[in-house]
Nanobody, 116 residues
């Protein structure tokens, strides 16, 4: 069983920055693929970024060059640093954990609003 808790969301002006954090329970965090997804009103949940247990990263085209995903296996955390934020980045952001057996766990989400 894995529990995920996101933090760091809020209101920011276009061009600003936010750093989201996800804290995961358990001692096997290092084995999981971790990711950030987002869901805007009326839209499907979409991938933002993932990071494997070995540190390989993957980003959505829409955030490439602006967002960076990090993980700290000792602290059981994964962060998403967001820069040059745009209004279209507005969404609820969810932390995801993907186990080696392909079980998936989700946090409750944190709201990010980009508006002037």
């Amino acid at each position: 069983q894995v529990q995920l808790v996101e933090s760091g969301g809020g209101l920011v002006q276009p061009g600003g920055s936010l750093r989201l954090s996800c804290a995961a329970s358990g001692s096997i965090f290092r084995l999981y693929v971790m990711g950030w997804y987002r869901q805007a009103p009326g839209k499907q949940r979409e991938l933002v970024a993932t990071i494997t247990s070995g540190g390989s990263t993957n980003y959505a085209d829409s955030v490439w060059g602006r967002f960076t995903i990090f993980r700290d296996n000792a602290m059981n955390t994964v962060d998403l640093q967001m820069k040059s934020l745009k209004p279209e980045d507005t969404a609820v952001y969810y932390c995801n954990a993907d186990s080696p057996s392909r079980l998936r766990y989700w946090g409750q989400g944190t709201q990010v609003t980009v508006s002037s």
